[in-house]
């Protein structure tokens, strides 16, 4: 069964894909490799007239932007007289790489930009960015505290090409208060799909539990992603892209994305599981409301469902995002990085730019992030600073995140796919998601959407050569 969304989606793609070879032809393209691309000498600052400014494009509004101009404000007292950072919300994250898309035809890029995960492998094609990996390696800058899993999602071949910032991991939320009523363990989180399903059924009332539903989550591509990797899968070949080939093509119609549809659609056809449809908002609300047993969403919203379990008197719970079986992998972290601009702009500010990017790093800078957001430190030695620790210790339902990263082994597969055209897979699968759950079959709803990427695939790959 199709949806009539996936109908509208082609000619929207194919427009996409023209749109990007355009950018991408008048960028040069790039090789997916840091060699020419010399970082400016580190005196550059120093030989600078004047105070340098650095223009700073992000997605971050509301308690999170509130939090990123307290760090930029005292980033700009501490360097009072020499750097000026000025920050500047763009919208969401989509709406971000749109304009920069078009900063880059026209030549006028910020100093820096914040880009979401999956827009990684355009902004190394585009050839408008100066690779961290150049002043790591100028610098001899150790990177040994940054956390392995979340600076191995922004490498290829070993080269980190922006600098992390603000990250999450998919967690299971459940009600505890909810478990309990329907005579289940509340201090024993569901592990696999199984545990999930068993305890959902419990839950929901229709068959006599406590709960609306036992389980729902909204429509949304990166689930299905997090499930793959969670199970070693791949998302697409060779190797999701890490090791400097380009993808050529997708494989989330795997048996182990097939399993998982099968999975959820069951839930939903036995009346066991909601479908609030792909807004995460609506799925969010739903379980906040606290008539939802089990939910699957991103640690970023951690905050926001504690408070809402607090108001709605239900006790919240934490655990590992769901697998098939049991084993040494895990989910992919999501958030977005930190790019440099290259082309257009002076040493000086491309030298500011990167001890902005370095004092975002620091684990005091880290924690202070990491408490006024709910977002995952990229410092390892943040988690030891008092002010997290002490945070923490109110919220200990953070820590399953923190345990959950530290167990992930990294690989080709926990490091997601890096694909150029990753934002119109997402959508695609959701559109396959969604019609498994309206009826389709889920191998070939999955197909049918992995078929029809193809050409999103053969004409990126055609833009950059």
Request: glycine share 10%.
């Given at each position: 069964?199709?949806?009539?969304s996936?109908?509208?989606?082609?000619?929207?793609?194919?427009?996409?894909?023209?749109?990007?070879?355009?950018?991408?032809?008048?960028?040069?393209?790039?090789?997916g490799?840091?060699s020419?691309?010399?970082?400016?000498g580190a005196?550059a600052?120093?030989?600078?007239?004047?105070v340098?400014?650095?223009?700073?494009?992000?997605?971050?509004?509301?308690?999170?932007g509130?939090?990123l101009?307290?760090?930029?404000?005292?980033?700009?007292?501490a360097?009072?007289?020499k750097?000026?950072?000025?920050g500047?919300?763009q919208?969401d994250?989509?709406?971000?790489?749109?304009?920069?898309?078009?900063?880059?035809?026209s030549?006028?890029t910020?100093?820096?930009v914040q880009?979401?995960?999956?827009?990684?492998?355009?902004?190394?094609?585009?050839?408008?960015?100066?690779?961290?990996?150049?002043?790591?390696?100028?610098?001899?800058?150790d990177?040994?505290?940054?956390?392995?899993?979340?600076a191995?999602?922004?490498?290829?071949?070993?080269?980190?090409?922006?600098?992390p910032?603000?990250t999450?991991?998919?967690v299971?939320?459940?009600?505890?208060t909810?478990f309990?009523?329907?005579g289940?363990d509340p201090?024993k989180?569901?592990?696999?799909?199984?545990e999930v399903?068993?305890?959902?059924?419990?839950?929901?009332?229709?068959?006599g539990?406590?709960?609306?539903?036992?389980?729902n989550?909204?429509?949304?591509g990166?689930?299905?992603?997090?499930?793959i990797?969670?199970?070693?899968a791949?998302?697409?070949?060779?190797?999701?892209?890490?090791?400097?080939?380009?993808v050529?093509?997708?494989?989330f119609?795997?048996?182990t994305?097939?399993?998982?549809?099968?999975?959820?659609?069951?839930?939903?056809?036995?009346?066991?599981?909601g479908?609030?449809?792909?807004?995460?908002a609506?799925a969010?609300?739903?379980?906040?409301?606290?008539?939802?047993?089990?939910t699957?969403?991103?640690?970023?919203?951690?905050?926001?469902?504690?408070?809402?379990?607090?108001?709605?008197?239900?006790?919240?719970?934490?655990?590992f995002?769901?697998?098939?079986e049991k084993?040494?992998s895990g989910?992919?972290?999501g958030?977005?990085?930190l790019?440099?601009s290259?082309?257009?702009?002076s040493?000086?500010?491309?030298?500011?730019?990167?001890?902005?990017?370095?004092?975002?790093?620091?684990?005091?800078t880290?924690?202070?992030?990491?408490?006024?957001?709910?977002?995952?430190?990229?410092?390892k030695?943040?988690?030891?600073?008092?002010?997290?620790?002490?945070?923490?210790e109110?919220?200990?339902q953070?820590?399953?995140?923190?345990?959950?990263?530290?167990?992930?082994?990294?690989?080709a597969?926990?490091?997601?796919?890096?694909?150029?055209?990753?934002?119109q897979?997402?959508?695609?699968?959701?559109?396959?998601l969604?019609?498994?759950?309206?009826?389709g079959?889920?191998?070939?709803?999955l197909?049918e959407?992995?078929?029809?990427l193809?050409?999103?695939?053969?004409?990126?790959?055609?833009?950059?050569?």
């Amino acid at each position: 069964m199709r949806s009539t969304s996936r109908a509208r989606r082609l000619p929207m793609m194919a427009a996409g894909a023209a749109a990007l070879a355009l950018t991408l032809s008048a960028c040069g393209g790039g090789s997916g490799s840091t060699s020419g691309s010399d970082a400016p000498g580190a005196d550059a600052l120093e030989n600078a007239e004047g105070v340098t400014t650095v223009n700073f494009w992000h997605s971050m509004d509301g308690t999170n932007g509130e939090t990123l101009n307290k760090l930029i404000s005292d980033f700009n007292a501490a360097n009072d007289g020499k750097i000026e950072v000025k920050g500047v919300y763009q919208g969401d994250y989509d709406s971000t790489i749109t304009k920069y898309k078009a900063a880059v035809q026209s030549n006028s890029t910020p100093s820096m930009v914040q880009i979401y995960d999956i827009g990684t492998q355009f902004m190394i094609d585009s050839g408008a960015v100066m690779p961290t990996q150049a002043f790591i390696d100028r610098d001899e800058y150790d990177v040994s505290d940054l956390q392995p899993n979340i600076a191995g999602y922004y490498s290829i071949n070993d080269e980190l090409w922006s600098m992390p910032f603000n990250t999450s991991m998919p967690v299971m939320y459940y009600n505890k208060t909810l478990f309990e009523a329907a005579g289940l363990d509340p201090e024993k989180a569901p592990e696999t799909l199984d545990e999930v399903a068993e305890a959902a059924n419990k839950l929901s009332k229709k068959n006599g539990g406590p709960a609306e539903f036992g389980f729902n989550a909204a429509i949304y591509g990166w689930l299905l992603e997090q499930e793959i990797a969670a199970n070693g899968a791949l998302y697409c070949s060779p190797d999701n892209g890490r090791t400097g080939e380009r993808v050529t093509e997708y494989s989330f119609n795997n048996d182990t994305a097939v399993q998982f549809v099968d999975w959820w659609k069951e839930l939903v056809s036995t009346g066991v599981a909601g479908n609030t449809g792909r807004a995460t908002a609506d799925a969010q609300n739903a379980f906040k409301s606290g008539t939802i047993g089990i939910t699957l969403e991103s640690t970023g919203a951690l905050g926001g469902m504690q408070k809402a379990a607090e108001e709605q008197g239900f006790e919240l719970g934490v655990g590992f995002y769901p697998k098939i079986e049991k084993n040494d992998s895990g989910p992919i972290i999501g958030g977005a990085s930190l790019w440099i601009s290259d082309e257009g702009h002076s040493d000086a500010e491309k030298e500011a730019t990167w001890q902005f990017m370095q004092y975002l790093a620091e684990p005091a800078t880290q924690a202070t992030w990491h408490v006024g957001t709910g977002y995952f430190p990229i410092s390892k030695a943040a988690l030891e600073e008092p002010e997290d620790i002490a945070w923490r210790e109110q919220y200990p339902q953070f820590d399953v995140a923190v345990q959950q990263l530290e167990s992930t082994e990294l690989t080709a597969a926990t490091q997601g796919c890096s694909a150029g055209s990753m934002p119109q897979a997402r959508k695609a699968a959701e559109d396959a998601l969604e019609g498994a759950l309206l009826g389709g079959d889920s191998k070939a709803e999955l197909t049918e959407s992995v078929e029809e990427l193809q050409a999103e695939v053969d004409n990126y790959n055609n833009s950059v050569q």
